[in-house]
T-cell receptor, first 115, second 113 residues
Framework: DAMVIQNPRYQVTQFGKPVTLSCSQTLNHNVMYWYQQKSSQAPKLLFHYYDKDFNNEADTPDNFQSRRPNTSFCFLDIRSPGLGDAAMYLC??????????????FGSGTQLSVL | AQSVTQLDSQVPVFEEAPVELRCNYSSSVSVYLFWYVQYPNQGLQLLLKYLSGSTLVESINGFEAEFNKSQTSFHLRKPSVHISDTAEYFCAVSSYNFNKFYFGSGTKLNVKP
């Protein structure tokens, strides 16, 4: 089945040690998103790619970076994780071209712990 | 910019009872509205959406939501819930021309037998 896959499901890192979360999709969608979700809070949009065009949210910390080497893969890099970066990270895709009316397809998320 | 408020973090309800999950949004432009559902250990899935036309939209499993522009609300309702409806429900908003979606903090629906 076509889907959005996030690996790993659980990731543990140390304070200040760079970490990379990965997302892949078999839907051939143009748009890929990264959301951060802390407990009992709304998923917060960090950034998204429309094809190769990177769109950063104004309040996304510089500590968070992203790469999209091809249509299928998108990575979230946290350069120096702090305790406050512990959260669930959600990857989502949409087809693109339909503006804000499109359906999002989500992966199951990666739960990041920072020790 | 848009924002979404879901005032109820948890809603306990007995099976076969009606339920309403509240969602209010804020936006300076016209919007699209969505409800997503997240079952345990799964990703968010689209439940229903309002783009235009009839202000009442329905899902295939009996949920409905009504867009109320004057009250800036998009409440989700079901006349009779089942145990299988136990999940977390997220309201979301986007604007016409931008591929950006903003979510509320979610409401956990707990259906009891």
């Amino acid at each position: 089945d076509a889907m959005v896959i996030q690996n790993p499901r659980y990731q543990v890192t140390q304070f200040g040690k760079p970490v990379t979360l990965s997302c892949s999709q078999t839907l051939n969608h143009n748009v890929m998103y990264w959301y951060q979700q802390k407990s009992s809070q709304a998923p917060k949009l960090l950034f998204h790619y429309y094809d190769k065009d990177f769109n950063n949210e104004a309040d996304t910390p510089d500590n968070f970076q992203s790469r999209r080497p091809n249509t299928s893969f998108c990575f979230l890099d946290i350069r120096s994780p702090g305790l406050g970066d512990a959260a669930m990270y959600l990857c989502a895709t949409s087809r693109g071209g339909g503006g804000g009316g499109e359906k999002l397809f989500f992966g199951s998320g990666t739960q990041l712990s920072v020790l | 910019a848009q924002s979404v408020t879901q005032l109820d973090s948890q809603v306990p309800v007995f099976e076969e009872a009606p339920v309403e999950l509240r969602c209010n949004y804020s936006s300076s432009v016209s919007v699209y509205l969505f409800w997503y559902v997240q079952y345990p250990n799964q990703g968010l899935q689209l439940l229903l959406k309002y783009l235009s036309g009839s202000t009442l939209v329905e899902s295939i499993n009996g949920f409905e939501a009504e867009f109320n522009k004057s009250q800036t609300s998009f409440h989700l309702r079901k006349p009779s819930v089942h145990i299988s409806d136990t999940a977390e429900y997220f309201c979301a908003v986007s604007s016409y021309n931008f591929n950006k979606f903003y979510f509320g903090s979610g409401t956990k629906l707990n259906v009891k037998p």
